[in-house]
């Protein structure tokens, strides 16, 4: 019998969730659920300064988004949001050091 996971996707998924994708003989990705504002679906906290955290977001066009699925709502498409959300990333983790766990396939 075949490993089947499901899991709904997030922004800027942790570690555990490539896992599950690797170990599983089938993935889904559950999109097809009601959108929900602030959720972790385009929100997620990450670490600025030493025991610090901060939020992300995905801006999304809130004022149509209203009652629908996770795949029906829409992000905006310029770029700043997408160059500001690099540099932050780069500046807070630059130097952090490498992961040490290995995956096991």
């Not at 896992?19 to 659920?33: H, P, Q, R, W």
């Not at 025991?51 to 029906?72: A, T």
């Not at 992000?75 to 050091?97: A, G, H, T, V």
Request: include cysteine; proline fraction near 7%; charged fraction near 25%.
């Amino acid at each position: 019998m075949p490993d089947i996971a499901m899991m709904q996707p997030t922004f800027l998924p942790w570690q555990g969730f490539f896992e599950l994708i690797l170990k599983s003989d089938k993935f889904i990705f559950l999109d097809d659920f009601q959108y929900s504002v602030q959720s972790h679906h385009t929100r997620n906290k990450l670490f600025v300064n030493k025991g610090q955290v901060d939020y992300y977001n995905v801006p999304v066009q809130k004022s149509k988004c209203f009652g629908l699925k996770l795949n029906e709502v829409l992000i905006f498409s310029d770029n700043q949001w997408k160059n500001k959300l690099i540099r932050k990333l780069e500046y807070n983790y630059k130097k952090s050091p490498p992961p040490i766990r290995r995956i096991k396939t």
